[in-house]
């Protein structure tokens, strides 16, 4: 029996067949000249920013992607490969530079979040982990800031470990809403690896393995004196309140962290549930939310007055339910010199080596504008920051919540039509004239037949 | 730097909080008798039927689950848990029973896929990834399934995993789709881990990194004689057809695996590529399509009569984009002999162990019977097997090509309005007279407030 963990040991297999195919042929016809590629996404409906997150993966990735002897041996029995190719393989590191947007960082549509200059073998081989390690933790930490946008300084914890898509999206869903804002999550193992606060209530099961409620309620509040919040939804969610204060004075408890509403009509239930604990003395307790939140809900509840302090926000955060892919693209834009683009339908790349540089105006974001990567614009903040060189890590990654600092902080920074999230704007970058002259060359080749 | 990588070692922390520190409510007060939990979906938007799928995964979980020194150690650290309970922790594991639906099989709503029979404890402990490790093979596996129920004999392979949620979502998909229908995937380590068979073709890239495309083109088919599916949609499609023709006559190749149409038109340029190819006295090469497929997708271009042979499945298998969540859930139906059952809002619960009686009529499936566990039931197909007892595997797995047959055995015996993807028919199960007899006794006492 095989399980499919993915881990250190056969992760440089993790990818699609064509990007080993296609190396063995560069590697056969001796063409490994260096090879410019982006990493970059097209505008998507529902978002009109993404934040940037998963690079810490990726660099874990680039610094120890290896072809073991077990994996080489596989290869072979493919009969894809012949012997030189694997020997090849088995020395085989990546060498290049990695230039990208720092994690935390707002992107848009058509910038090269992640740029890699290498020898095209090993930047064609890192392809598809490249991709597969970036989209998702984007995808979150995007939603997680769209919760956070609305949510009013109210807590928000991811509880969608459960229903994340495998083992590894549940970690990474965990790492990239903190820095989307959340104050941490229910993943225990998240908890220990990235060191991000762990949090949990009770299950409905707990209170129906008890004979009452109520017994069910003063059990585990013996054990959480400090911790507990209550699950209240079980048989009717109002008597559940009810219960869960006598609970708590028949402990004799003076504090009374809170309650979770799991179910219902959140908004009635939330001003009933915080009326019943204001009369019976617990000021201070909590009442905490769940079940098919996303921002939406939140911003709708809190416009409507709900009196919730806290947000268990699960399923629609992790799989990002609203849009639940971006899309994005591994590109090459240069090749030994030479930039290149894609024609096809309306898919056009960008050529050269490139960089991005953002200007503000009175502290709010206005635009970006893509140069050629020697190109220099007064007043821009480059964002594209050398990562690797040589296939040497020459950036320290900040920690967590330094990431989620700045997350933060650049939400405070965007126009304010792009905060709404019930409207979508797409903001494109401008593309410097340099550029632009490159990608009139590139057609007008095209257009002579000598492209083809 | 951490990666987060999830394996053998650590999964046991891959939980919720919650389930850990309901696990020590139980402990401290001696609460540890059997409970059964039954894993089940409740009916989801466009889906008829979903394909189970993931037992693997969660045999080799409960099987291995053990908490290490390691995670001990970083449980004292939280504050929540206090020595007599990681001291029960470190000799932890499952010694329940698992009773499940195999893979391949169908399933519908409010049937328990997978029963749960163990000390309350262990069978919390399991829950969040019980969850997490079943939801996603069964929506990439129903998603496959969908495709291939209009496929018409073209070849499906999964081309997803850069698109898909992180590294293990990646793998689950290679194996879910193949138990679907497909062929095979791209993810080479799909292929080495689970022997699926692996397929390629090639990237723009490749064709860029060329001064032209037919040079491009030569230099694949020359060290892929047998193998090459040229890529023809880097410039214009039409036009790369005629170059991809003139590389393998050039080469004076009498084979031409084929092409791979990636944007634009598909109808319109699959018949124009198809008219070309026959032409050049080339009727066997194949015509590839991919780029946003699905289901619906594949149905509308073969209704009209695309000569597509072969079908490159990506971003919409592995995220299931039309829907990336089930509505799925692990609740409590008996404790310590005691049917229970949750009545909050409409998700109310199935009390007792039970067992899912297929029934046929003529060849054909009929319904499903929910039964109490050591109910019989005349002619019907009992579903749930035993697969773990008292923490033994019991259960031989078949092949992945065996559960393959089943699925697709299984799908032309569903009555032709199930197998329609353009509707959503919800075919529930049966409800025994047993059980619905101690449903009414459940909510008898829930009014005379017997339960609270």
């Known amino acids: 029996m095989v399980f499919g963990f993915v881990n250190k040991e056969n992760m ?7 990007e080993l195919t296609m190396a063995q042929v560069y590697f056969k016809k001796g063409m490994n000249k260096t090879a410019i590629f982006d ?8 978002r009109s920013y993404l934040v940037n997150a998963g690079l810490e993966q990726l660099i874990y990735y680039l610094e120890n992607v290896r072809f073991t ?42 910038e090269p979040v992640v740029q890699v200059e290498a020898p095209i073998i090993e930047a064609q081989i890192i392809e598809t982990f490249l991709i597969n390690t970036l989209q998702h933790p984007i995808l979150v930490a995007t939603k997680a800031m769209r919760c956070y946008s609305v949510a009013r300084g109210t807590v928000l914890v991811d509880f ?64 959480y004196p400090e911790n507990s919040i209550l699950l209240v939804d079980t048989f009717d969610s109002i008597k559940g ?29 939330s001003k009933e549930a915080r009326k019943i604990l204001d009369s019976e003395g617990f ?14 809900k939140i911003k709708e509840l809190l416009d409507k007055g709900a ?58 974001f206005k635009k970006d504008i893509i140069t050629r990567f020697d190109e220099d614009i007064e007043k821009g903040k480059p964002l594209l920051k050398k990562v690797i060189e040589n296939g040497k890590v020459v950036y320290k990654l900040p920690k967590l919540t330094e990431i989620q600092k700045k997350a933060i902080e650049n939400f ?41």
Chains 1, 2 share one sequence.
């Open 241 to 269: 309140v009810y219960n869960a204060v006598k609970a708590i004075k028949e402990l004799g408890m003076k504090h009374f962290k809170g309650i979770r509403l799991d179910s219902g009509d959140l908004l009635k239930l």
């Open 69 to 110: 002897q077990e994996d080489i041996d596989y290869l072979r029995t493919t009969g894809f490969f012949e012997e030189d190719f694997l020997s090849y393989l088995k020395d085989f590191k990546f060498t290049g530079n990695l230039y990208a947007v720092e994690e935390g960082e707002f992107i848009f549509p058509n």
């Open 412 to 452: 405070s920074k965007l126009p304010e039509e792009l905060k709404d999230i019930t409207k979508t704007v797409h903001l494109y970058p401008e593309v410097s004239s340099s550029i632009q002259k490159t990608v009139k060359e590139l057609e007008r080749k095209y257009l002579n037949g000598e492209l083809q």
């Open 160 to 223: 969608g470990l459960r229903r994340a898509h495998g083992t590894d999206a549940g970690m990474k869903a965990a790492r990239a809403s903190f820095i989307g804002g959340f104050a941490g999550t229910s993943n225990v193992l998240a908890g220990k690896e990235y060191g991000i606060p762990i949090f949990g209530t009770m299950a409905h099961s707990f209170i129906l393995a008890h004979i009452d409620e109520i017994k069910a309620f003063k059990d585990f509040a013996e054990i």
């Open 307 to 364: 009196p919730i302090d806290g947000w268990g926000v699960g399923t629609e955060l992790v799989v990002s339910a609203d849009l639940p892919y971006l899309d994005c693209a591994y590109k090459l834009v240069e090749y030994d010199g030479r930039p290149v683009m894609k024609f096809s339908s309306k898919k056009k790349t960008l050529p050269h080596k490139k960089q991005i540089f953002r200007i503000y105006e009175d502290g709010v």
């Open 283 to 296: 000021k201070d307790a909590k009442i905490i939310a769940s079940g098919g939140i996303n921002e939406y």
């Open 39 to 46: 990493f970059y996404t097209r505008p998507v409906e529902n």
């Open 12 to 18: 440089s297999l993790l990818t699609d067949l064509y």
